[in-house]
Protein backbone atom coordinates (compact mmCIF):
# COMPACT_ATOMS: atom_id res chain seq x y z
CA UNK A 1 0.00 0.00 0.00
CA UNK A 2 1.19 3.36 -0.98
CA UNK A 3 0.02 4.70 2.43
CA UNK A 4 -2.95 6.92 1.03
CA UNK A 5 -6.43 7.20 2.86
CA UNK A 6 -9.34 8.89 1.35
CA UNK A 7 -12.46 10.24 3.63
CA UNK A 8 -15.31 9.83 3.45
CA UNK A 9 -15.49 6.83 1.55
CA UNK A 10 -19.10 7.25 0.65
CA UNK A 11 -21.48 10.01 0.50
CA UNK A 12 -24.16 11.08 -0.53
CA UNK A 13 -25.98 14.97 -0.76
CA UNK A 14 -28.07 17.12 -2.14
CA UNK A 15 -27.59 19.26 -4.93
CA UNK A 16 -26.57 22.91 -3.92
CA UNK A 17 -24.83 22.00 -1.11
CA UNK A 18 -20.77 21.65 -0.13
CA UNK A 19 -18.94 18.82 -0.44
CA UNK A 20 -15.37 18.15 0.96
CA UNK A 21 -13.20 15.45 -0.02
CA UNK A 22 -10.44 14.67 2.27
CA UNK A 23 -6.57 12.52 0.99
CA UNK A 24 -3.99 11.88 3.49
CA UNK A 25 -1.22 10.62 2.58
CA UNK A 26 1.89 8.85 5.17
CA UNK A 27 4.99 9.17 2.22
CA UNK A 28 5.32 12.82 2.58
CA UNK A 29 5.33 12.63 -1.52
CA UNK A 30 5.42 16.24 -2.75
CA UNK A 31 3.21 15.69 -5.74
CA UNK A 32 -1.00 15.09 -5.12
CA UNK A 33 -3.89 14.70 -7.51
CA UNK A 34 -7.63 14.33 -7.79
CA UNK A 35 -8.95 11.95 -10.09
CA UNK A 36 -12.48 11.55 -11.47
CA UNK A 37 -13.99 7.93 -12.97
CA UNK A 38 -16.70 8.21 -14.80
CA UNK A 39 -17.61 5.24 -17.32
CA UNK A 40 -16.90 5.54 -20.96
CA UNK A 41 -14.44 8.09 -19.48
CA UNK A 42 -11.53 6.30 -17.73
CA UNK A 43 -9.98 8.98 -15.15
CA UNK A 44 -9.91 12.32 -15.97
CA UNK A 45 -7.14 14.92 -13.75
CA UNK A 46 -9.32 17.40 -11.70
CA UNK A 47 -6.52 19.25 -9.94
CA UNK A 48 -2.92 18.67 -8.65
CA UNK A 49 -0.58 20.12 -6.26
CA UNK A 50 3.16 20.40 -6.59
CA UNK A 51 4.04 21.15 -2.94
CA UNK A 52 2.34 23.21 0.31
CA UNK A 53 0.03 26.13 -1.10
CA UNK A 54 0.97 24.92 -5.01
CA UNK A 55 -1.92 23.73 -6.80
CA UNK A 56 -2.89 23.71 -10.88
CA UNK A 57 -6.02 22.92 -12.83
CA UNK A 58 -6.01 19.71 -14.47
CA UNK A 59 -8.68 18.70 -17.69
CA UNK A 60 -12.20 18.98 -15.38
CA UNK A 61 -11.45 21.73 -12.93
CA UNK A 62 -14.48 23.34 -13.39
CA UNK A 63 -16.75 23.53 -9.92
CA UNK A 64 -13.84 22.30 -7.73
CA UNK A 65 -11.75 23.91 -5.72
CA UNK A 66 -8.34 22.37 -3.77
CA UNK A 67 -6.08 23.29 -0.98
CA UNK A 68 -3.12 22.08 0.79
CA UNK A 69 -2.18 23.69 3.77
CA UNK A 70 -0.10 20.47 4.85
CA UNK A 71 2.43 18.15 2.80
CA UNK A 72 0.40 15.31 3.74
CA UNK A 73 -2.91 16.62 3.14
CA UNK A 74 -4.93 17.27 -0.30
CA UNK A 75 -8.69 18.60 0.37
CA UNK A 76 -11.20 18.75 -2.97
CA UNK A 77 -13.94 20.86 -2.42
CA UNK A 78 -16.78 21.26 -4.30
CA UNK A 79 -18.62 24.32 -3.50
CA UNK A 80 -22.22 23.59 -4.87
CA UNK A 81 -22.75 20.39 -5.51
CA UNK A 82 -24.47 19.11 -9.00
CA UNK A 83 -25.79 15.79 -9.95
CA UNK A 84 -23.11 15.93 -12.77
CA UNK A 85 -20.29 15.65 -10.56
CA UNK A 86 -22.08 12.10 -8.86
CA UNK A 87 -18.34 10.38 -9.03
CA UNK A 88 -15.38 7.97 -7.96
CA UNK A 89 -13.55 10.43 -7.37
CA UNK A 90 -9.77 9.06 -6.85
CA UNK A 91 -6.66 10.43 -5.14
CA UNK A 92 -3.02 9.89 -6.06
CA UNK A 93 0.35 10.92 -5.35
CA UNK A 94 3.49 10.79 -6.96
CA UNK A 95 7.41 11.21 -5.38
CA UNK A 96 8.17 12.92 -8.59
CA UNK A 97 6.84 14.89 -11.71
CA UNK A 98 5.43 13.05 -14.23
CA UNK A 99 6.55 10.31 -15.81
CA UNK A 100 6.85 9.19 -12.11
CA UNK A 101 4.55 6.35 -11.10
CA UNK A 102 1.42 7.34 -9.52
CA UNK A 103 -0.16 5.52 -6.87
CA UNK A 104 -4.03 5.51 -5.91
CA UNK A 105 -6.00 5.65 -3.01
CA UNK A 106 -9.35 3.57 -2.28
CA UNK A 107 -11.63 6.08 -3.85
CA UNK A 108 -14.82 8.13 -2.54
CA UNK A 109 -18.02 7.66 -4.32
CA UNK A 110 -19.73 10.48 -4.31
CA UNK A 111 -23.83 10.40 -5.23
CA UNK A 112 -25.27 13.80 -5.74
CA UNK A 113 -29.23 13.93 -5.34
CA UNK B 1 -2.74 16.56 -27.21
CA UNK B 2 -2.36 13.46 -25.99
CA UNK B 3 -4.59 10.44 -25.98
CA UNK B 4 -4.73 7.13 -25.09
CA UNK B 5 -7.01 4.11 -26.30
CA UNK B 6 -7.81 0.74 -25.40
CA UNK B 7 -9.71 -1.86 -26.53
CA UNK B 8 -13.77 -2.05 -25.85
CA UNK B 9 -14.39 -4.58 -23.13
CA UNK B 10 -16.05 -6.05 -21.37
CA UNK B 11 -13.72 -9.04 -21.96
CA UNK B 12 -14.81 -12.69 -20.96
CA UNK B 13 -12.18 -15.37 -21.02
CA UNK B 14 -11.83 -18.91 -19.89
CA UNK B 15 -9.14 -19.59 -16.82
CA UNK B 16 -6.00 -20.28 -18.49
CA UNK B 17 -7.11 -18.92 -22.15
CA UNK B 18 -4.26 -16.40 -23.59
CA UNK B 19 -5.23 -12.53 -23.42
CA UNK B 20 -3.87 -9.70 -25.03
CA UNK B 21 -5.99 -6.27 -24.09
CA UNK B 22 -4.92 -3.88 -27.12
CA UNK B 23 -3.45 -0.15 -26.43
CA UNK B 24 -2.36 2.66 -28.55
CA UNK B 25 -1.27 6.45 -27.80
CA UNK B 26 -0.64 9.70 -29.49
CA UNK B 27 2.10 11.59 -27.12
CA UNK B 28 3.77 15.03 -28.52
CA UNK B 29 7.09 14.08 -26.52
CA UNK B 30 8.79 11.24 -24.94
CA UNK B 31 6.07 9.45 -23.12
CA UNK B 32 6.39 6.60 -20.52
CA UNK B 33 3.49 3.86 -20.46
CA UNK B 34 1.82 1.99 -17.76
CA UNK B 35 -0.88 -0.15 -17.23
CA UNK B 36 -2.86 0.08 -13.78
CA UNK B 37 -5.65 -2.86 -12.75
CA UNK B 38 -8.30 -1.82 -10.80
CA UNK B 39 -10.56 -4.80 -8.37
CA UNK B 40 -13.61 -4.24 -7.75
CA UNK B 41 -14.61 -1.14 -4.80
CA UNK B 42 -10.80 -0.71 -4.66
CA UNK B 43 -8.12 2.07 -6.47
CA UNK B 44 -5.72 1.66 -9.33
CA UNK B 45 -2.71 -0.57 -8.43
CA UNK B 46 0.63 0.14 -11.18
CA UNK B 47 0.72 -3.38 -13.12
CA UNK B 48 3.78 -2.56 -15.37
CA UNK B 49 5.81 0.21 -16.66
CA UNK B 50 7.96 1.10 -19.51
CA UNK B 51 10.06 4.09 -19.81
CA UNK B 52 11.31 3.90 -23.19
CA UNK B 53 10.89 2.83 -26.53
CA UNK B 54 11.35 -1.32 -26.53
CA UNK B 55 11.15 -1.74 -23.37
CA UNK B 56 9.15 -4.62 -21.98
CA UNK B 57 7.16 -4.25 -18.51
CA UNK B 58 6.29 -7.13 -16.64
CA UNK B 59 5.19 -8.27 -13.45
CA UNK B 60 2.50 -11.37 -12.07
CA UNK B 61 2.86 -12.85 -15.42
CA UNK B 62 1.49 -9.93 -17.60
CA UNK B 63 3.85 -8.24 -20.31
CA UNK B 64 3.98 -5.13 -22.53
CA UNK B 65 6.59 -4.00 -24.80
CA UNK B 66 6.76 -0.11 -25.38
CA UNK B 67 6.51 -0.07 -29.49
CA UNK B 68 7.10 3.22 -30.85
CA UNK B 69 6.76 2.20 -34.29
CA UNK B 70 3.44 1.48 -34.07
CA UNK B 71 2.75 3.59 -31.15
CA UNK B 72 1.78 0.27 -29.13
CA UNK B 73 1.66 -0.93 -25.54
CA UNK B 74 -0.57 -3.93 -25.66
CA UNK B 75 -0.97 -6.06 -22.41
CA UNK B 76 -0.54 -9.71 -22.97
CA UNK B 77 -0.66 -13.23 -20.42
CA UNK B 78 -0.25 -16.13 -21.09
CA UNK B 79 -2.44 -18.12 -18.85
CA UNK B 80 -5.26 -15.94 -16.94
CA UNK B 81 -6.81 -16.86 -13.57
CA UNK B 82 -9.55 -16.33 -12.25
CA UNK B 83 -8.43 -13.98 -9.47
CA UNK B 84 -7.25 -11.86 -12.87
CA UNK B 85 -10.65 -10.23 -13.07
CA UNK B 86 -10.50 -6.28 -12.97
CA UNK B 87 -10.56 -3.57 -14.73
CA UNK B 88 -7.25 -2.65 -16.69
CA UNK B 89 -6.31 0.50 -18.22
CA UNK B 90 -3.60 1.65 -20.31
CA UNK B 91 -2.04 5.06 -19.43
CA UNK B 92 0.79 7.59 -20.89
CA UNK B 93 2.71 10.51 -19.18
CA UNK B 94 4.34 12.44 -21.47
CA UNK B 95 7.26 14.78 -20.63
CA UNK B 96 5.88 17.61 -22.77
CA UNK B 97 3.00 17.95 -20.40
CA UNK B 98 3.81 18.58 -16.93
CA UNK B 99 2.06 16.23 -14.04
CA UNK B 100 -1.00 14.87 -15.98
CA UNK B 101 -1.26 10.96 -17.07
CA UNK B 102 -3.48 10.20 -19.92
CA UNK B 103 -5.31 7.52 -18.95
CA UNK B 104 -7.76 4.79 -21.77
CA UNK B 105 -11.23 4.20 -20.59
CA UNK B 106 -10.51 0.87 -18.90
CA UNK B 107 -11.08 -2.76 -20.33
CA UNK B 108 -13.29 -4.95 -17.93
CA UNK B 109 -12.21 -8.31 -18.08
CA UNK B 110 -14.01 -11.49 -16.71
CA UNK B 111 -12.20 -14.93 -16.49
CA UNK B 112 -14.85 -17.78 -16.37
CA UNK B 113 -13.92 -21.45 -14.20
Given at each position: DAGITQSPRHKVTETGTPVTLRCHQT????YMYWYRQDPGHGLRLIHYSYGVKDTDKGE????YSVSRSKTEDFLLTLESATSSQTSVYFCAIS?????DTQYFGPGTRLTVL | GDSVTQMEGPVTLSEEAFLTINCTYTATGYPSLFWYVQYPGEGLQLLLKATKADDKGSNKGFEATYRKETTSFHLEKGSVQVSDSAVYFCALSD????NQFYFGTGTSLTVIP
Amino acid sequence: DAGITQSPRHKVTETGTPVTLRCHQTENHRYMYWYRQDPGHGLRLIHYSYGVKDTDKGEVSDGYSVSRSKTEDFLLTLESATSSQTSVYFCAISEGLAPDTQYFGPGTRLTVL
Amino acid sequence: GDSVTQMEGPVTLSEEAFLTINCTYTATGYPSLFWYVQYPGEGLQLLLKATKADDKGSNKGFEATYRKETTSFHLEKGSVQVSDSAVYFCALSDTNTGNQFYFGTGTSLTVIP
